[in-house]
T-cell receptor
Framework: AQSVTQPDIHITVSEGASLELRCNYSYGATPYLFWYVQSPGQGLQLLLKYFSGDTLVQGIKGFEAEFKRSQSSFNLRKPSVHWSDAAEYFC????????????FGTGTRLTVIP | EPEVTQTPSHQVTQMGQEVILRCVPI?????FYWYRQILGQKVEFLVS????????KSEIFDDQFSVERPDGSNFTLKIRSTKLEDSAMYFCASSIRDRGPEAFFGQGTRLTVV
């Protein structure tokens, strides 16, 4: 069965510090991989996605993520966090064939302290 | 930039009442989805819709739920007889299949059943 694991429920970082949010997935084959961000009271905004090719993908707002097939991971990173990055971050996977829906992780809440 | 719009942003209803949540997907998208997020929990897939019929549905999407695309632009989710446990944020999303299942999400409708 498909599953997405985000082991960190809550992370606190200082503004300007680097950030890495972890995501591991369990899937029959390499899925499409996504990171979404949800700011308080807002909807889900796509940060970045991996479909194929270069395993290091760049997204909006200075985020990047690296797909590691051997580890079934797709960790999100940012070299320098801004206070506006405080939000909930969701990793999601989708099948390459067949059903077109996404499976989400439980999310990681990011708090940024001055 | 085109976006998915949802109305209303917040709806309060009494238990047992019918509710209809409305969505206007991105105009050239072909696949439509409803997801929900119970407070503090992960985003869960409810149903996908393509070519005027349901293509996939989760076990959550029981007989109390229905979807419709009544006029070629709106996409609605109806809950026939709401229960307290239906209280959640409901997200509409749409996608173009040939880009992979990259879904664009609306801002959500917060449904509160009292």
């Amino acid at each position: 069965a498909q599953s997405v694991t985000q082991p960190d429920i809550h992370i606190t970082v200082s503004e300007g510090a680097s950030l890495e949010l972890r995501c591991n997935y369990s899937y029959g084959a390499t899925p499409y991989l996504f990171w979404y961000v949800q700011s308080p009271g807002q909807g889900l905004q796509l940060l970045l996605k991996y479909f194929s090719g270069d395993t290091l993908v760049q997204g909006i707002k200075g985020f990047e993520a690296e797909f590691k097939r051997s580890q079934s991971s797709f960790n999100l990173r940012k070299p320098s966090v801004h206070w506006s990055d405080a939000a909930e971050y969701f990793c999601a996977v989708g099948a390459r064939t067949g059903a077109n829906n996404l499976f989400f992780g439980t999310g990681t809440r990011l708090t940024v302290i001055p | 930039e085109p976006e998915v719009t949802q109305t209303p942003s917040h709806q309060v209803t009494q238990m047992g009442q019918e509710v209809i949540l409305r969505c206007v997907p991105i105009s050239n998208h072909l696949y439509f989805y409803w997801y929900r997020q119970i407070l503090g929990q992960k985003v869960e897939f409810l149903v996908s819709f393509y070519n005027n019929e349901i293509s996939e549905k989760s076990e959550i999407f029981d007989d109390q739920f229905s979807v419709e695309r009544p006029d070629g632009s709106n996409f609605t989710l109806k809950i026939r007889s709401t229960k307290l446990e239906d209280s959640a944020m409901y997200f509409c999303a749409s996608s173009i299949r040939d880009r992979g299942p990259e879904a664009f999400f609306g801002q959500g409708t917060r449904l509160t059943v009292v």
